[in-house]
């Protein structure tokens, strides 16, 4: 398991953080725990403002 699978680009990470309502710190540190290259960014640990739920 400790091999990269994909490297995940700055768009998903901050897509994925905005749709579950976790910072893009806390999206980037699961996924590099998952396994996952993210690229290095500096990603806020500030979440986003509550907002409508977006349609699936």
Known sequence: MGRIR?????????TVASRTGRSPAEVAASLSALGFGVRAAAYPARRPAPGRPRRP
């Open 6 to 14: 994909q490297v995940t680009e700055v768009e998903h990470v901050l």
